[in-house]
């Protein structure tokens, strides 16, 4: 064994990009849900950036390596240390039998990830795509460890390459892509049904600082705040439900879809997170605030175009 | 709904974030409605094959919602694409539908709710079976849950409005009401439907080739099965 979790983690689970051209069958995207952190994540290790890796939410685990590999840690902010040692995230990391790993308090952020050379083994077996995808979803259980969270005790084998290839030192200066502390801003588009908000329900949306309710998951973010109120109900029959749709239920609390949502909901939705923005969901922790800020079809176009330059900047290979 | 007139005066398109657009139709649920949605997501699957350039095409009762890839195709393109496909004649689609017979246990240690739809509706506990194993019902499109089925067909007299409270967990194969719907729980589930009987049939078979048993413009219908029935086909599932 290569990987073991002494320390689950409050919630650990295995991602890659998820699955795609499936919706109409109910099947949602799933995979990691901070994309820009995944990315860098394989491309330290020298994989490519979809490859398979670790989630983990809130609370990191406690790992102990039983081989030599090269690791990488990216997204949240966490106290590291290997063995005791204080160890930096966005870098090539080489840890060798017997080390231990450890994530200590969480700083900022609610998601990080770590990925590994080779090819991940779960139960001596190497770890089957499902519709496509190794991506665990957890709410329906399928996907990843038999579509469950890894339990404290869990053991994984990895399958080096047979002419391990020394991976080169790769740094990420991750602080030009984003930094955000806990207040966030999310940038967003129209909805098929903004239009059916009045002014004075557009207002309240765009103008108050939710907060990120604890109840928020993988298949959404919960938000907290002075409710859309609703003088009359809007009813709309069910359709396609994307990522990033910000519903607004009968209560008038915002919910934002994410990787795992279900693909065809009945709620209004306000608006729609611009695809750059997407990652950033993943790590709303709960109590971060969220401001919504409207900007035009172009203008999202030209942000995702200027983020995908400058991720490619970060990381040439 | 049964001519292209009434189709080409009656949609708009709406922006739906930056990657996706949605084709909204101002018809009530129809079969003819489900049909022309399903020609048109065949005819841009088709259209744009094995390319990256769309992401999704999620059918549902009266819209289409399609994801494409804004980087590299512009939404103006799409959109104009749409308005050229809604020009043909989409109406006279041919689908390979199949009636789909789904066993289904009404006995009472697997349908918590059977006699509290019974009393809502007024009548006894057989007669909503009976009312239920009776329509074929449409299935305008999957979603919400992996292999969820959407269907069309209830009759009135078995609507009855969702618990206020949802149950936190609820078997995958149970057979619910909700409002006008019926369905079945693809995988276990919170939900707020009433329970009225569970299905032996796997709905998901994760790993199978066609892991879904129905899609849009499928007929379905409930057939009842006794419990040595649903035991016997569990069984044979595990």
């Known amino acids: ?243 990033g749709s910000i519903q607004i239920p009968p209560s008038g609390l915002p919910i934002v879809s994410s990787v795992d949502g279900q693909t065809i909901g009945g709620y209004p939705r306000i608006a729609v997170v611009i695809s750059a923005d997407l990652a950033k969901l993943a790590q709303l922790a709960p109590g971060d605030s969220v401001m919504f800020v409207k900007v035009s079809q172009e203008q999202a176009l030209t942000i995702l175009k200027n983020k995908q330059q400058q991720l490619s900047q970060l990381m040439l290979e | 709904m049964s001519n292209i007139l009434t189709l080409k005066n009656s949609y708009h398109i709406v922006e739906n974030g930056d990657s996706a657009i949605t084709l909204l139709f101002d018809l009530s649920p129809s079969e003819q409605l489900t049909k022309v949605i399903i020609q048109l997501s065949t005819l841009l699957k088709r259209r744009y094959n094995d390319t990256p350039v769309l992401v999704e095409l999620i059918p549902a009762y009266n819209s289409l919602t399609i994801c494409f890839n804004p980087l590299k195709l512009p939404i103006q393109t799409l959109k104009r694409l749409l308005k050229e496909l809604l020009q043909e004649d989409l109406t006279g689609y041919v689908s390979q539908a199949r009636l789909i017979e789904i066993p289904v246990c009404y006995h009472q240690s697997l349908a918590p709710d059977l006699d509290y739809v019974a009393s809502y509706a007024g009548i006894n506990p057989q007669e909503v079976i009976a009312k239920h194993t009776k329509p074929e019902y449409l299935v305008h499109m999957l979603g919400f849950l992996p292999g969820f089925l959407y269907l069309g067909g209830l009759m009135p007299e078995l609507c009855c409005p969702r618990k206020q ?28 439907w009433h329970i009225i009987g569970q299905t032996p049939l796997n709905l998901f078979a994760v790993g199978e080739e066609e892991p879904f048993i129905a899609a849009p413009l499928d007929r379905v219908k409930f057939v009842e099965i006794s419990l040595t029935e649903f035991n016997k086909r569990s069984e044979q599932l595990t």
């Open chain 1, 1 to 243: 064994m290569a990987i073991h979790f002494i320390k689950a983690g409050l919630q650990t689970s295995i991602q890659d990009a998820g699955r795609q051209g499936l919706m109409h069958q109910g099947v949602s995207t799933s995979g990691a849900m901070d994309t820009t952190a995944m990315a860098m994540a394989n491309w330290l290790v020298g994989k490519p950036k979809t490859s398979a890796l670790f989630e983990f939410t809130l609370i990191g685990p406690a790992i102990e390596f039983s081989q030599s590999l090269d690791i990488s840690i990216t997204g949240a902010k966490f106290e590291l240390t290997l063995n005791n040692l204080p160890v930096p995230s966005y870098q090539t990391i080489h840890v060798k039998a017997g080390d231990k790993l450890n994530f200590g308090k969480r700083l900022q952020g609610a998601r990080a990830y770590m990925a590994f050379t080779g090819d991940l083994l779960f139960e001596s077996k190497v770890l089957p795509d499902v519709l496509g995808s190794k991506a665990t979803h957890l709410t329906a259980g399928y996907g990843g460890t038999d579509g469950k969270a890894i339990r404290n005790d869990t053991s994984f084998g990895i399958n080096l390459p047979e002419k391990k290839s020394q991976v080169p030192l790769r740094v990420i200066d991750h602080k030009k892509v984003y930094h955000p502390g806990h207040n966030y801003f999310l940038r967003c588009v129209l909805a098929p049904e903004s239009s059916l908000f009045n002014a004075a329900q557009r207002d309240n949306f765009y103008h108050q600082a939710f907060r990120v309710n604890p109840n928020s998951n993988r298949m959404g973010l919960r938000l907290e705040g002075e409710p859309i109120d609703f003088h009359r109900p809007i009813s709309i029959a069910s359709s396609g439900l994307i990522q």
């Open chain 2, 165 to 192: 409270v949802p149950q936190l967990r609820i078997a995958a194969g149970s057979v619910g009401i909700g409002g006008d719907q019926t369905g079945i729980y693809p995988v276990a589930s919170p939900g707020g």
